[in-house]
């Protein structure tokens, strides 16, 4: 790869010798992607949480191959001769929750920026199919039975479902003046993509709404939906 990651328990930097990108997080040690392979990621579990969300390499494994069934060493799809499904999936979920750029993941992992693109197009969806299947409305007899201690202690116990707009940032269109305008949010000042959502007093997600450009107002969207 054309960079170097850094690795410390505060987090990550990494060195992209052609254009000088980095994180803010300095650290000491040095490691490539051939280097952070199952074993080195067994022995790190805190940079399994900060990477990718899991507490270990053991979950994020149960997770993958009871979700899609593959293997761990099945060829990836959009760059099977250097990563697996494994990888890309792993790839996919650093680039979701830190939005590390494309450029980034291609550097990292040692494929072409269109190798990198493809990968996000496969997986991306992929993970929205399953956060999506775990969206339901429970019964009222769920969220009484569920409902926190602290809630009904306040006078909250009669609360069924709470809502919250998240803004996701998203790279600014430039060609359609129109779509650009619209995506500049006021909540966060850049371009972004807003969803709504509600759960339960116990933190259950009920309700989660498509995403709308940055612009709309939340109580607009709770209106349309």
């Avoid at 992209?16 to 000491?28: H, I, V």
């Avoid at 994020?60 to 979700?67: I, K, P, S, Y």
């Avoid at 980034?104 to 990198?116: D, E, K």
């Avoid at 006021?186 to 709308?212: E, N, R």
Wanted: glycine share 8%; with cysteine; net charge negative.
């Amino acid at each position: 790869p054309a960079g170097i990651i850094h690795h410390s328990g505060s987090g990550l930097i990494f060195d992209l010798k052609a254009s000088n990108a980095s994180t803010q997080t300095p650290a000491p040690r040095g490691f490539t992607f051939a280097r952070m392979d199952a074993e080195y990621l067994i022995e790190h579990p805190a940079l399994m949480h900060d990477l990718y969300g899991f507490r270990s390499y053991e979950q994020a494994e149960a997770f993958f191959l009871e979700t899609w069934g593959l293997e761990l060493d099945e060829p990836g799809q959009a760059c099977p001769k250097v990563l697996t499904a494994f990888d890309e999936y792993l790839l996919t979920l650093w680039r979701m929750r830190q939005r590390q750029s494309i450029d980034f993941l291609s550097h990292f992992a040692g494929i072409s920026a269109g190798g990198a693109s493809e990968m996000c197009k496969e997986w991306i969806p992929r993970f929205g199919r399953v956060g999506r299947s775990w969206v339901w409305l429970p019964s009222m007899e769920y969220v009484e039975r569920s409902m926190p201690k602290s809630f009904v202690q306040s006078g909250m116990g009669s609360v069924a479902l709470i809502g919250d707009a998240t803004d996701i940032l998203t790279e600014t269109v430039r060609k359609m003046i129109s779509v650009r305008n619209q995506q500049r949010s006021d909540k966060s000042k850049h371009s972004a993509a807003m969803g709504l959502s509600w759960c339960t007093p116990s933190g259950w997600t009920a309700i989660a709404s498509d995403l709308v450009l940055g612009r709309t107002s939340e109580y607009n969207a709770a209106v349309a939906l």
